[in-house]
């Protein structure tokens, strides 16, 4: 899922997201509470008609955004007490809160209200944590009662394997519509996360959608469907994208880098997107260099059609049984491209 | 003609401008001179392959920017030497470099070097100047020596009537493919240009294109056309877009209005832009606090639209052989926007 925080995939329209194969995109609960506000969305006739968008959208619950706040947000048992980044005024978000505004987006994915585990942390830090995510759970699926919104419960725990199965039980015991796992890809080793995630993963319902929360690189990808997890969101291809690092098959090519200048060729020969088919390198990296709008836009396009076709390659080879044919380059050797010899 | 000064009409692709209805832009050889540079823009098969618009551009000389860069650039017979404003590296440009530049840029109309007159200056000084600009024009017409590019003359003369007609004259003998009324609009008072135009362009032949240069507002199309001009160029409606200002028959609207808020409906009911089909103002409003890089893109396509259908309304009036119907209401109160009921 690409992600729309604002109510806009950064640079991008509808027509730009449907061109790369996005089928669902993710929308910042906590961002649009603060600005332009849920009930403002919800008058305009939701999310999805707000941005020009007529596919799935999943939002967050908040939590995550809420919890990074640091010393702005104050918590409780009941919920979360913060004072808006944008102009320090405050705001209370609970689980019942957190339903109501996703309610009021329109979402037709919304996510529990949890807290996210502060990590590093200790055993008894982390049990704790997870008990308040579970009550916090099933207060959301006690006050959820949108018919055209299906709820996904959140499974933490940490870096603690016993942890992961306890909150699994918990969570799968009150009943969700799908399940993410959360907390991972939140600084620990890769090693960890993978060992974690190989734990977890399994503990989910075969039959319902699993999704991997704010993971990854193409790497991970891979890595995680080969676990089981079917969805993922990632600021990575649009973050990127704004950066000037665009992904290829073969790693990740810096389009300010000298070596562009006169390339005519795309980015990626075989790739299909927008930018590969109408722009050569030494095009993007004018634009690039030259502080372009247009950079940003036709970059992103690049970035996301290069996931939505990761992901779509992968699921070709689920349906045929066979392994996985993409390999991702080690990460320390991904920006060097090889020599590539540019058409015209 | 919409502005594209480093080979991208800020924010837009070509499918952006077709869909505004964009005939023509307008590149500039200066900025181009010095990134990415003309000849490797030739390398790269021209700059309609570089940026990717398959419709004729018009290049400007590069000498209006030369000589805005003040004390970087200094002057005499055989042309200008001037210090980069991107990294002040040393450059000179004559009116046979000049030539060459939009001639490796593979414009489909060049534009003759000249001198634009400083604004105020003496009879003597404008004359001084005029004659230095005959004597480029020359050079030009003498260097000029690609067959699928046309060139088109440019008369100056400041603000003095008899100097307009001196410079028409020579230019005229000269001969060009099209000219251009050039020293406009650069701090003037509005009846003054009004009354150089309606002077000047009449003297230009009725057969060939009559380009105003650098102008102007909506109020100016309509008066130059009046007076006989044919073609125009301005960033007025990408600059606009850009600060939240955007064009509709009734004046200017500002999107940051916190009226705009919550409301549901289109920047202008009848117009047919993307934008306007597609997003509210409430959502463009939405976008413009929040910096989003789409509020750009969104507002330049409504101003553009605005623009080529202002045009297109006053080529059809002229058609049918009747006084023009669009009015452009008094500047000053121009930014004001009447009450407007919102469809939901």
């Not at 396009?301 to 990761?310: C, E, P, S, T, V």
């Amino acid at each position: 899922m690409p992600v729309g925080t604002q109510a806009t995939v950064k640079a991008l329209t509808k027509e730009d997201l449907l061109d790369c194969g996005a089928q669902i995109i993710l929308g910042n609960t906590y961002h649009l509470f603060l600005r332009p506000g849920h009930r403002v969305v919800e008058t305009l006739g939701g999310l999805h008609r707000f941005m020009n968008w007529d596919r799935p959208i999943l939002t967050d619950s908040g939590g995550f955004q809420v919890f990074s706040l640091g010393d702005l947000a104050k918590i409780d048992e009941e919920g979360v007490t913060l004072k808006s980044h944008l102009d320090g005024s405050t705001h209370f978000i609970s689980p019942e809160v957190s339903m109501e505004i996703q309610q009021a987006l329109g979402a037709d994915i919304a996510m529990t209200f949890d807290e996210p585990t502060p990590h590093p942390a200790t055993h008894e830090d982390t049990l704790k944590s997870l008990l308040l995510s579970t009550r916090w759970a099933l207060r959301c699926k006690n006050s959820h009662n949108s018919p055209d919104q299906i709820l996904f419960g959140i499974v933490q725990g940490g870096m603690y394997k016993d942890l992961r199965s306890q909150s699994a039980e918990q969570i799968l015991e009150i009943g969700f519509d799908g399940y993410a796992v959360g907390g991972l890809s939140v600084g620990e080793d890769k090693g960890v996360m993978l060992e974690i995630l190989e734990h977890t993963a399994p503990l989910l319902p075969a039959g319902q959608a699993r999704y991997l929360m704010g993971v990854g690189t193409p790497q991970d990808l891979l890595d995680g469907v080969r676990m089981g997890i079917d969805m993922f969101d990632c600021v990575m291809p649009t973050r990127n994208a704004r950066n000037g690092t665009l992904f290829v098959p073969w790693g990740k090519l810096n389009i300010r880098n000298a070596r562009h200048k006169t390339d005519a060729g795309p980015v990626d020969p075989d790739c299909s997107c927008y930018t590969c088919r109408y722009y050569s390198r030494a095009y993007l990296r004018h634009l690039f260099i030259s502080n372009e709008i247009l950079a940003m836009r036709l970059n992103s396009i690049h970035n996301i059609a290069f996931y939505q076709r990761w992901m779509a390659n992968i699921r070709e080879d689920i349906k045929h049984d066979r392994p996985f044919k993409q390999v991702w380059p080690d990460e320390s050797c991904g920006t060097e491209e090889p020599d590539y010899e540019s058409g015209v």
